[in-house]
């Protein structure tokens, strides 16, 4: 069974950059599975933040595209997230999940989620 | 980028049958199905369904995952109480190649 451990500071000034690691216990990181970014704002439901995939193609939240950059370092096995310029509305906790790439699969595995808060 | 369509809330009693259900168009959930997940708080979400309607392993049979056209439905029988959760759909939408997610359902077992 993968662990994933997401990682980063759970504290973020506004207007400053976001950025989170996931490591992953297994060498799936080089295999084929698409590696993404999920929040959940306080009260709220979940949000799809974008994925990477071990070819290095990436896709993201067309709502967040601008400021979004999500990297695969399988050197290290681990993925990471850049949010720039946050604001308030970025405070969420924020997770990181897998799928197995092809079109029948669904977020099977995910961190325990780390929570950010974005505040002066 | 419309996200998907779940109802807010439903409320069940204990060992009756709930259905939740996920509408979207033929870009998401009409093109390669709906996955769904159940979300306690304070816990990572767990995947209940892939989008072809497969349980991963250690998933009950309780649950069991369909759909119509650009519908989804996520039915769970012989409600017990720790089914008390958030419920979410989820799709990939090639219409803007990105995954979209439903409101989720705060389902209550009474």
């Known amino acids: 069974q993968v662990q994933m451990q997401e990682s980063g500071p759970g504290l973020v000034k506004p207007s400053e950059t976001l950025s989170l690691s996931c490591a992953v216990s297994?060498?799936?990181?080089?295999?084929?599975?698409?590696w993404d970014w999920i929040r959940q704002p306080p009260g709220k439901g979940l949000e799809w933040i974008g994925n990477?995939?071990?070819?290095?193609?990436?896709y993201y939240n067309p709502s967040l595209k601008s400021r979004v950059a999500i990297s695969l370092d399988t050197s290290k096995r681990q993925f990471s997230l850049r949010l720039t310029s946050v604001t308030a509305a970025d405070t969420a906790v924020y997770y990181c999940?897998?799928?197995?790439?092809?079109?029948?699969?669904?977020?099977?595995?995910w961190g325990r989620g780390t929570r950010v808060t974005v505040s002066s | 980028q419309a996200g998907l369509t779940q109802p807010p809330s439903v409320s069940k009693g204990l060992r009756q049958t709930a259905t939740l259900t996920c509408s979207g168009d033929n870009q998401n959930v009409g093109n390669q199905g709906a996955s769904w997940l159940q979300h306690h708080q304070g816990l990572p979400p767990k995947l209940l369904f892939h989008r072809n309607n497969n349980r991963p392993s250690g998933i009950s049979e309780r649950f069991s995952a369909s759909r119509s056209g650009n519908t989804a439905s996520l039915t769970i029988s012989g409600l017990q109480p720790e089914d008390e959760a958030d419920y979410y759909c989820s799709a990939w939408d090639s219409s803007v190649s990105a995954w979209v997610f439903g409101g989720g359902t705060k389902l209550t077992v009474l």
């Open positions: 999940a897998r799928v197995l790439e092809g079109y029948i699969y669904g977020f099977q595995d």
């Open positions: 990477i995939y071990q070819s290095g193609d990436t």
């Open positions: 297994d060498d799936s990181i080089i295999r084929g599975y698409s």
